[in-house]
């Protein structure tokens, strides 16, 4: 009788643990997001007119604790808060980036996300790579057939085809709201929070300095810089012509200088280095440079270290 009963408790656990097996799967799987379309709010609470708590930008994955309609609560970065569902992408695969490196040389792709991770192999400046995961250091990709880590700091960020961004750049577009009644916000970055510096109405037109999938960097007619929702623009086969404008160095390679070349080419000699956050003046716009002056002398530098 007692072997029997235990018998039987040992029956109970087991069908227990096989009942509580895929509980406790789901439990530890915690489903994460990429934030889209430029640069995200983190909120104290639900609602717009709540307290940010950070701003994240495009690319950058969040762990989503409970999901919502209109608004998911997340946790990113150390901080936990809420962000509007719709900026959220949750398919896998949904952000792409571009290879970006200032020396020509490829970027490895590694089997660890580290220094020491065995290199599989190495993809040049331009390839497209799907991102899985997303950190500040390292992104777990997939290239070409293959998976592993890329550094971070070496790619550029934007969901869709290069095909489309890069065709797009240069060219003139129209303002293209669905009612003439509309109008469409220049603002001062690729955020639906940042400031209008100015709207306009149908069939005004722009120049597209920077394409990009949900935003384009543009010049007006009138001589504005700044960003526009790329799906209320409608983009010509006539190709623009920019008037000189400011923009400041950055370096997403994360250094601290930037070569100012004799040419548009990384072959091209290099005239000097300049330091990041230097604001220079841009004479012609170009897809990957840009023919710029620098304190009265001209000479390139790359599109990606400007903004």
Same mark, same amino acid.
């Given at each position: 009788?007692?072997?029997?009963?235990?018998?039987?408790?040992?029956?109970?656990?087991?069908? $227990?643990?096989?009942?509580?097996?895929?509980?406790?799967?789901?439990?530890?799987?915690?489903?994460?997001?990429?934030?889209?379309?430029?640069?995200?709010?983190?909120?104290?609470?639900?609602?717009?007119?709540?307290?940010?708590? *950070?701003?994240?930008?495009?690319?950058?994955?969040?762990?989503?604790?409970?999901?919502?309609?209109?608004?998911?609560?997340?946790?990113?970065?150390?901080?936990?808060?809420?962000?509007?569902?719709?900026?959220?992408?949750?398919?896998?695969?949904?952000?792409?980036?571009?290879?970006?490196? +200032?020396?020509?040389?490829?970027?490895?792709?590694?089997?660890?996300?580290?220094?020491?991770?065995?290199?599989?192999?190495?993809?040049?400046?331009?390839?497209?790579?799907?991102?899985?995961?997303?950190?500040?250091?390292?992104?777990?990709?997939?290239?070409?057939?293959?998976?592993?880590?890329? /550094?971070?700091?070496?790619?550029?960020?934007?969901?869709?085809? /290069?095909?489309?961004?890069?065709?797009?750049?240069?060219?003139? /577009?129209?303002?293209?709201?669905?009612?003439?009644?509309?109008?469409?916000?220049?603002?001062?970055?690729?955020? !639906?929070?940042?400031?209008?510096? /100015?709207?306009?109405?149908?069939?005004?037109?722009?120049?597209? !300095?920077? $394409? *990009?999938?949900?935003?384009?960097?543009?010049?007006?007619?009138?001589?504005?810089?700044?960003?526009?929702? $790329?799906?209320?623009?409608?983009?010509?086969?006539?190709?623009?012509?920019?008037?000189?404008?400011?923009?400041?160095?950055?370096?997403? +390679?994360?250094?601290?200088?930037?070569?100012?070349?004799?040419?548009?080419?990384?072959? $091209?000699?290099?005239?000097?280095?300049?330091?990041?956050?230097?604001?220079?003046?841009?004479?012609?716009?170009?897809?990957?440079?840009?023919?710029?002056?620098?304190?009265?002398?001209?000479?390139?530098?790359?599109?990606?270290?400007?903004?």
């Amino acid at each position: 009788m007692k072997h029997e009963t235990l018998k039987k408790l040992a029956g109970v656990t087991a069908a $227990a643990a096989m009942s509580l097996a895929p509980m406790m799967a789901m439990a530890e799987t915690v489903p994460s997001a990429l934030v889209k379309g430029g640069a995200l709010n983190l909120r104290e609470t639900a609602s717009l007119t709540a307290k940010v708590l *950070g701003q994240f930008p495009t690319g950058t994955m969040v762990e989503i604790v409970e999901s919502g309609d209109e608004w998911h609560k997340v946790e990113v970065g150390g901080k936990s808060g809420y962000m509007m569902a719709k900026y959220l992408s949750t398919e896998a695969g949904s952000l792409s980036a571009t290879v970006r490196t +200032n020396t020509g040389i490829g970027l490895n792709l590694r089997e660890e996300p580290g220094m020491d991770g065995a290199i599989i192999t190495s993809f040049k400046p331009g390839t497209r790579v799907t991102v899985l995961q997303k950190s500040s250091e390292w992104c777990r990709v997939s290239v070409e057939g293959q998976e592993g880590f890329m /550094a971070t700091r070496f790619l550029t960020f934007g969901s869709g085809s /290069a095909s489309a961004g890069s065709s797009a750049t240069g060219k003139i /577009a129209v303002v293209n709201n669905p009612r003439d009644t509309q109008v469409l916000n220049l603002r001062q970055s690729a955020s !639906l929070d940042a400031k209008v510096l /100015a709207y306009y109405r149908n069939g005004a037109k722009v120049t597209i !300095l920077k $394409a *990009g999938d949900t935003w384009h960097k543009v010049q007006v007619e009138d001589g504005r810089i700044g960003y526009m929702m $790329a799906k209320f623009l409608k983009v010509t086969d006539e190709q623009g012509e920019s008037q000189p404008y400011t923009a400041k160095l950055i370096n997403v +390679n994360g250094g601290s200088y930037v070569n100012f070349r004799k040419g548009p080419s990384l072959s $091209a000699s290099i005239i000097r280095t300049v330091p990041v956050g230097t604001e220079i003046t841009v004479l012609e716009h170009g897809t990957d440079w840009c023919k710029v002056d620098v304190e009265g002398e001209t000479g390139y530098i790359s599109t990606w270290f400007m903004k």
